[in-house]
């Protein structure tokens, strides 16, 4: 019962742009920054995005994030078959005290 | 450089206590603004946040699991230590330690994350 919310999938064919939402609340997103990590299968998450639009050094630039209001986006441009992972979307809750993740997006390339 | 590796039991049984270690290197958790977290997920499912320190000894639970789990750090061995009361088989999940990077007042992401120990309750 995430208080992040993601479509559960997402895909495309190699070299389209992608977008993940992910949509919150007054208290988490409207409030805070978004970071956005990638799963690849059968390993740990690692951060793409930080501080809503930042990429981490060693992050390809076809990873971008956006943020408005209480959602926040990861759009992923060229989109190559080392892409395809499961995606989250985190961030601080005010009301909860605590870290929040998102439910998850499943990025297929087709 | 910095590691992170959870241990602990691959299989505890219900209403036992689950006590996870992390062990960390390339930081020390008494620098002023580092913080370490736990997070797990259930096999298919989504992450989890648990807890989080930081070097100021305060601490930060997920509202739903506040009464079972204790977050504590033993700065000389460089470790995390996360105890988790009458396991369930809901339970059942991938552990995660992750370190917390500051990136400005109120921004915090997780930086360096362990490889995670699956740990299983069963009877």
């Known amino acids: 019962q995430s208080v992040l919310t993601q479509p559960p999938s997402a895909s495309g064919t190699p070299g389209q742009r992608v977008v993940i939402s992910c949509a919150g609340g007054?208290?988490?997103?409207?409030?805070?920054?978004v970071n956005w990590y990638q799963q690849l299968p059968g390993a740990a998450p690692k951060v793409v995005i930080y501080?809503?639009?930042k990429r981490p050094s060693g992050v390809t630039d076809r990873f971008s994030g956006s943020k408005s209001g209480t959602s926040a986006s990861l759009a992923i441009s060229g989109l190559q078959s080392e892409d395809e992972a499961d995606y989250f979307c985190a961030t601080w809750d005010d009301s909860l005290r605590g870290h929040v993740f998102g439910t998850g997006t499943k990025v297929t390339v087709l | 450089q910095v590691t992170l590796r959870e241990s602990g039991p691959a299989l505890v049984k219900p209403t036992q206590t689950l006590t996870l270690t992390c062990t960390f290197s390339?930081?020390?958790?008494?620098?002023?603004?580092?913080?370490v977290s736990w997070i797990r997920q259930p096999p298919g499912k989504a992450l989890e946040w648990l807890a989080r320190i930081d070097w100021d000894d305060d601490t930060y639970y997920t509202t739903s699991l506040k009464t079972r789990l204790t977050i504590s750090k033993d700065t000389s061995k460089n470790q995390v230590i996360l105890t988790m009361t009458n396991m369930d088989p809901v339970d059942t999940a991938t552990y995660y330690c992750a370190r917390i990077r500051r990136d400005g007042f109120n921004r915090y992401y997780f930086d360096y994350w362990g490889q995670g120990t699956l740990v299983t309750v069963s009877s």
């Open positions: 501080s809503s639009i």
């Open positions: 390339g930081f020390s958790l008494t620098i002023n603004g580092m913080s």
């Open positions: 007054s208290s988490n997103i409207g409030s805070n920054i």
